[in-house]
């Protein structure tokens, strides 16, 4: 049987697919928005807090929905991905004692002393510890949320750090959470070259391994559906849970069907451009993640993104509510791009650096517009230019890997909303690369790339790579 069912549990969504492996067709699907978020007034300013069990509960809702629409019979196993950034404190029954505390989560950015924020205290009694966790420790991060905990006295001896993931997974089979190296790395705690949990640098952040889930290898059955949570979501008895795994390594799989030649482009909100490589390549900026199964992602990520075009958007939508006094306007996207598909590339000179809310590097940057004349300061040269910009900004991370010692590719494999729905966008990608562009087969890249994890985990592909190549590959557009 290549039946697998898989979710996604994203903090903007929760999505389930069901994937027959054989005829590489995605027979079942659905999604319902999460709103496990706390309300702002229920929690501090600048925290980013979630009901964990409104999560799960969200989560069994999409599988009941699917498991209607399918032979629950036919299923083999079930995969699981989600939000790789973010915990949730278990007790020792492996009940939560607190609320997820997810990426956004600013609280890392407060002043511990002096005027050193958590992070910089972070960073100081490390010191070159984070070389080896191929990331940054960033504000939203397991490992930095630990160390506010701790040094706000709000972590508990008999303590242990979860992701929501994994959670979800030790709720359907009833099992000690566990995680895999891809969710344990964005933690920023893990050691990436030996794939394992970072001890010195966890010991010189005050903190315990104890904290720490255990680890299990990626693609691998941790579990079975339980009694009850057959009986709530139709699904078999006893059907193989996979291990959690990161969304953005089950993006990648979910996406490339050739490793060594494609990159991955994903532009939603935010922009993020993933290349796989065999063996470890550091390099400032640039993210060094554990691919499913063997070798490494290598991730820039950039604030620009769909965020960046949805500003112009709403200038555009004030000068019509400020100046002409229109309470209620059409949606523009279509129009805004019919105007800069109007204008030659080059935008005739005008250039944008889309930075409004900086980049990950440089916080404090921010957009600019330049080489602005009369021949070319229209709503129509401000968007190409914007588009343009964003290309030039994705491709910069590119030419930083391949500094870094990553190799040429011959493929853009694009995904997300932002690339999807914008033709325009799509067309000035493959121009800045010099390099064709293909959209992924799937919208659900990440249950997908899950649902190949849970395959592998059965026995049905030696490899994830092999799963990619044999589904991705031959995959039908859905």
């Not at 925290?47 to 809702?61: A, F, N, P, T, Y």
């Not at 598909?341 to 330049?370: K, Y």
């Not at 391949?402 to 190799?407: C, D, I, N, S, Y």
């Not at 729905?421 to 990440?446: C, H, R, V, W």
Request: aromatic share 6%; charged share 15%; glycine share 10%.
């Amino acid at each position: 049987m290549g039946n697998y069912l898989a979710i996604d549990v994203g903090t903007t969504t929760i999505a389930a697919v069901v994937l027959d492996t054989d005829s590489t067709e995605v027979s079942a699907s659905h999604s319902i928005l999460n709103d496990s978020k706390l309300p702002d007034d229920e929690k501090p300013p600048g925290r980013s807090e979630w009901d964990i069990d409104r999560m799960v509960e969200l989560s069994l809702q999409v599988i009941s929905t699917v498991a209607t629409q399918i032979d629950v019979d036919t299923l083999a196993g079930l995969g699981v991905t989600g939000q790789m950034h973010g915990m949730v404190l278990l007790d020792a029954a492996g009940e939560p004692i607190s609320s997820f505390i997810g990426w956004q989560d600013q609280r890392c950015e407060e002043q511990v002393s002096g005027d050193r924020t958590y992070l910089q205290q972070m960073l100081e009694l490390a010191g070159d510890g984070f070389e080896r966790s191929g990331c940054t420790p960033a504000t939203g991060y397991m490992g930095s949320t630990l160390f506010w905990l701790k040094h706000n006295d709000l972590l508990p001896a008999d303590t242990t750090a979860c992701f929501a993931p994994d959670y979800l997974v030790s709720r359907l089979c009833d099992t000690t959470p566990v995680t895999d190296p891809t969710n344990a790395a964005s933690a920023g705690l893990f050691d990436v070259m030996a794939g394992a949990w970072n001890d010195q640098l966890i010991a010189s952040l005050g903190l315990e391994p104890v904290y720490l889930p255990s680890l299990r290898p990626s693609c691998q059955t941790v579990g079975n559906i339980t009694v009850a949570v057959a009986e709530r979501t139709g699904l078999p008895v006893g059907l193989p849970v996979t291990n959690g795994c990161g969304d953005n390594q089950a993006s990648f799989a979910g996406s490339v069907a050739d490793y060594e030649r494609s990159v991955l482009i994903n532009i939603g909100t935010g922009a993020q451009i993933s290349a796989f490589a065999e063996q470890p390549l550091l390099a400032e900026g640039l993210d060094l993640r554990p691919a499913l199964g063997s070798g490494f992602l290598l991730v820039g990520a950039e604030l620009c993104g769909g965020r960046s075009y949805q500003l112009l958007r709403d200038f555009f939508y004030q000068v019509g509510r400020d100046i002409f006094d229109l309470a209620n306007m059409p949606e523009i996207y279509d129009a805004i791009n019919q105007l800069a598909g109007e204008v030659p590339p080059g935008a005739d000179g005008l250039h944008c650096e889309p930075l409004f809310t900086g980049s990950r590097q440089q916080p404090e940057r921010r957009a600019i517009w330049r080489g602005m004349s009369h021949a070319n300061f229209t709503p129509g040269h401000m968007a190409r230019a914007l588009l343009e910009g964003l290309a030039e900004q994705i491709k910069m991370l590119y030419e930083h890997m391949q500094r870094a010692g990553l190799g040429d590719h011959d493929l853009l494999i694009g995904s997300g909303n932002a690339i999807r729905k914008n033709q325009l966008l799509a067309d000035i990608l493959p121009a800045s690369f010099g390099l064709p562009l293909q959209m992924t087969t799937y919208t659900e890249e990440a249950a997908v790339g899950a649902a190949l994890c849970a395959a592998v985990a059965t026995g049905q592909f030696p490899d994830i790579q092999q799963a990619s190549r044999a589904v991705v590959g031959t995959g039908a557009l859905n």
